[in-house]
C-alpha cells in the first residue's frame, strides 16, 4: 500500500501562485497514475488533473486548464501541482490520489488510495 501526504496548501490573494506537495511512502510512486482532486465547502469532490506513471499521459479540468500544471519526480516519489493565476473559485481542499497503472483517469473511484488533503485559500 501507498501512504500520501500533501503539502503546501495556504492562503494567497488572487492571481498569485501556490505549488502543491504530494510524498508518497509505502510504495514506489512509479507503481501508479496519479490524480489530484478538489472540493470545495458544500459541493462535490470534483478532478483537477492526473499524470500517468510515466508522465507521458496528462489531463486537466477546463477550470484549470492553461493555469495549473501536474508533474512527477518518481526519484523523490512526489507528485507536484503548480497553480498559477489563482482565483477565488479554486478555493478548496486539495486532495492527491494513487490509482494502479493504467487505471487512474478523471473519477476518484479509479483511485484506492487519498491524502488528507491540503487547503487552499484564495482571497479576492
Known amino acids: 500500500q501507498v501512504q500520501l501526504v500533501e503539502s503546501g496548501g495556504g492562503l494567497v490573494q488572487a492571481g498569485g501562485s501556490l505549488r502543491l506537495s504530494c510524498a508518497a511512502s509505502?510504495?514506489?510512486?512509479?507503481?501508479?497514475?496519479m490524480g489530484w482532486f478538489r472540493q470545495a465547502p458544500g459541493k462535490e469532490r470534483d478532478f483537477v488533473a492526473r499524470?500517468?506513471?510515466?508522465?507521458?499521459?496528462?489531463v486537466y479540468a477546463d477550470s484549470v486548464k492553461g493555469r495549473f500544471t501536474i508533474s512527477r519526480d518518481n526519484a523523490k516519489n512526489t507528485v507536484y501541482l503548480q497553480m498559477n493565476s489563482l482565483k477565488p473559485e479554486d478555493t478548496a481542499v486539495y486532495y492527491c490520489?494513487?490509482?494502479?497503472?493504467?487505471?487512474?483517469?478523471?473519477?476518484?473511484?479509479?483511485?484506492?488510495?487519498w491524502g488528507q488533503g491540503t487547503q487552499v485559500t484564495v482571497s479576492s
Open positions: 490520489a494513487a490509482a494502479s497503472r493504467g487505471y487512474g483517469g478523471v473519477v476518484e473511484y479509479n483511485y484506492g488510495y
Open positions: 499524470i500517468s506513471w510515466s508522465g507521458s499521459g496528462i
Open positions: 509505502g510504495r514506489t510512486l512509479s507503481s501508479y497514475d
